[in-house]
Nanobody, 129 residues
Framework: QVQLAESGGGLVQTGGSLRLSCAGS????????MGWFRQAPGKERDFVAA????????NYADSVKGRFTISRDNAKNTVYLQTNSLKPEDTAVYYC??????????????????????WGQGTQVTVSS
């Protein structure tokens, strides 16, 4: 089991940047594939970015491609989401998620909410126009 804690959210102007972090507990963080999702008020939770357990494979939603970058540091039990060129439509609560990934799936990432078992509490990102 892993516990996740997001940080780094805040209020930023259009065009600004934020670096979100997600710290995981436990000694087996490198066994988890990780993802970032976001949820705006009154909307469903949407996929943002995903990374494989070994960090070699990543995937992004079309809406953030070229602006957001997901990365991980397994030695620090942390996954990051660098968000650049932020827009008002990026305003949401951002959640990180984890799921166990076997060694045979080291290069696999997951993009669906139902594929993840563990979730953090979320961090608010607000982009003002």
């Amino acid at each position: 089991q892993v516990q996740l804690a997001e940080s780094g959210g805040g209020l930023v102007q259009t065009g600004g940047s934020l670096r979100l972090s997600c710290a995981g507990s436990g000694r087996t963080f490198s066994s988890y594939a990780m993802g970032w999702f976001r949820q705006a008020p009154g909307k469903e939770r949407d996929f943002v970015a995903a990374i494989s357990r070994n960090g070699d494979m990543t995937n992004y939603a079309d809406s953030v491609k070229g602006r957001f970058t997901i990365s991980r540091d397994n030695a620090k039990n942390t996954v990051y989401l660098q968000t650049n060129s932020l827009k008002p439509e990026d305003t949401a609560v951002y959640y990180c998620a984890a799921r166990v990934s076997t060694s045979s799936s080291a290069f696999v990432y997951y993009t669906q909410v139902y594929e993840y078992r563990y979730w953090g509490q979320g961090t608010q990102v607000t982009v003002s126009s």
